[in-house]
């Protein structure tokens, strides 16, 4: 079965410097998503993306992190000046469908922010 | 409100016991539910979705509108059932889809 591929798997940061989370989602896919999971709590929503553009995004996305799609393979969630408190696993997951679908998660990314 | 709840955050049975795992969700909208496991140190995957009406690995889930529930039951638990379950509901917002995700039931099946 194909796989949501994300790199690194574990990231650790300084407080205040820029991250990248990298994604290749499953290839005839068209929709992609971002969610995290805080340790010990449950896994939430940050943003959804469709046709190359933001389709919601929750309002832990706020103006620290973009998403982008550069080059019609990879998918990349940027955190551009990291808080404790982004401290989290971050999955990627993506879909071919709107409706209904199987949504395919990644491995996830260990970000650990010191 | 969109939320999901999945009261028991443990739960230990022992092999070959029936086991059910409770989910209720609170939607104004027409609800989708799955179930989403994640095994030791695996990647979450889809178990179950309510509109299939399948059962896998011998899991089914009901969807009860009238009590909002979509618990999760198996009739005989096996150990390589271990694992964490995660109940989630599938909202729309315009043209955009997301899940929304319990907290998750530790399951754990013992010999």
């Known amino acids: 079965e194909p796989e949501v591929t994300q790199t690194p798997s574990h990231q650790v940061t300084q407080m205040g410097q820029e991250v990248i989370l990298r994604c290749v989602p499953i290839?005839?896919?068209?929709?992609f998503y971002w969610y995290r999971q805080i340790l010990g709590q449950k896994v939430e929503f940050l943003v959804s993306?469709?046709?190359?553009?933001?389709?919601?995004k929750s309002e832990i996305f706020d103006d620290q992190f973009s998403v982008e799609r550069p080059d019609g393979s990879n998918f990349t969630l940027k955190i551009r000046s990291t808080k404790l408190e982004d401290s989290a696993m971050y999955f990627c997951a993506s879909k071919w469908g709107a409706t209904n679908e199987k949504l395919f998660f990644g491995s996830g990314t260990q970000l650990s922010v010191l | 409100a969109q939320r999901v709840t999945q009261p028991e955050k443990l739960l230990s049975v022992f092999k070959g016991a029936p086991v059910e795992l409770k989910c209720n969700y609170s939607y104004s909208g027409s609800p989708e539910l799955f179930w989403y496991v994640q095994y030791s140190r695996q990647r979450l995957q889809l178990l179950l979705r309510h509109i299939s009406r399948e059962s896998i690995k011998g899991f089914t889930a009901d969807l009860n509108k009238g009590e909002t529930s979509f618990h999760l039951k198996k009739p005989f638990a096996q150990e390589e059932d271990s694992a964490m379950y995660y109940c989630?509901?599938?909202?729309?917002?315009?043209?955009?889809?997301?899940?929304?995700f319990g907290k998750g039931t530790k399951l754990t099946v013992n010999p």
């Open positions: 290839s005839n896919h068209l929709y």
């Open positions: 989630a509901l599938g909202t729309r917002k315009g043209g955009s889809e997301k899940l929304v």
């Open positions: 993306f469709y046709n190359n553009e933001i389709s919601e």
